[in-house]
């Protein structure tokens, strides 16, 4: 797959609901886990209070589908040097509201810059033409729609599930409909990363397809990405720009004919 450095074409707003959430997104990464002790009692390991943040506020795809929170138990997790047995946390779970909050959750700086970039290249556009209302709107609805989608793909599983990629798939799908021939500039690992403007079609196209590979081979690809969530997020996202928009997409302005003079 190619690697999406910038793309050039320029919204004529500030897209400020992206921006947002990408600051949203990077708080919560670095803040998220102290914001509630989450029923652990004063001096429990970082790694409990976060494994409990997890539980809490991740999407797990057995709660979703039946709509009931798992039991709260204890766990045991590694926090660098040796295994801790964390208390049983006490706090109440909307499966709901998780699908909501489970976008605001990422497993690692790599996961969280990754997201952020495609955010970052391809949200102000979409944000730009649908209006900020309206885009809020449809990034919400495409990440519940990737979080429910895996989750009937999956229903027994209690893995959680979190990050941003599949309502920014949503976002991915739309700009692909709206501006297929905008040039995207990417690295192309196969010519050493040479950098290359291409057409949004090919850069869009050849990321969707790589998921829709990866998740038909192995359902969450390498056990931590939940490859599906990808695919429906992106396939709702350019279903609901089709029936939004309709065919009233952008097009490349005219060139001017200049005569020598």
């Not at 992206?18 to 990464?29: D, E, G, K, M, Q």
């Not at 989450?38 to 039946?66: M, R, S, W």
């Not at 590694?78 to 006490?90: F, K």
Request: aromatic share 14%; with cysteine; net charge positive.
């Amino acid at each position: 797959m190619v690697i999406p450095i910038h793309d050039l074409n320029p919204g004529r707003r500030l897209p400020l609901v992206t921006w947002t959430l990408i600051l949203l997104n990077f708080f919560v990464f670095f803040f998220g886990a102290s914001l509630s002790k989450n029923g652990l009692p004063d001096g429990a390991p970082a790694a409990c209070q976060q494994d409990a943040f997890i539980q809490h506020y991740a999407a797990i795809p057995k709660e979703l589908t039946e709509n009931q929170p798992l039991p709260l138990t204890r766990t045991r997790v590694y926090d660098g040097e040796n295994s801790v047995r964390c208390p049983a946390p006490t706090f109440h779970k909307n499966p709901a509201l998780s699908a909501l909050t489970s976008m605001f959750l990422h497993g690692g700086i790599v996961h969280l810059l990754g997201n952020m970039l495609f955010l970052f290249i391809f949200g102000n556009n979409v944000e730009d033409r649908m209006g900020r209302f309206g885009y809020l709107l449809f990034y919400l609805l495409c990440g519940y729609a990737a979080a429910y989608g895996f989750a009937f793909t999956d229903p027994s599983s209690t893995a959680p599930l979190i990050g941003a990629s599949g309502a920014i798939a949503g976002v991915l799908g739309s700009y692909l409909w709206l501006y297929p021939r905008a040039k995207v500039v990417s690295l192309v690992p196969f010519l050493f990363f040479l950098p290359l403007p291409l057409p949004a079609w090919i850069v869009l196209g050849s990321w969707f397809l790589l998921q829709a590979v990866y998740a038909h081979g192995a359902g969450v690809g390498d056990g931590s990405v939940a490859y599906m969530a990808h695919v429906v997020g992106f396939t709702v996202g350019l279903l609901l720009t089709m029936l939004y928009i309709g065919d009233r997409r952008e097009k490349p302005p005219l060139r001017r004919e200049t005569r020598p003079m």
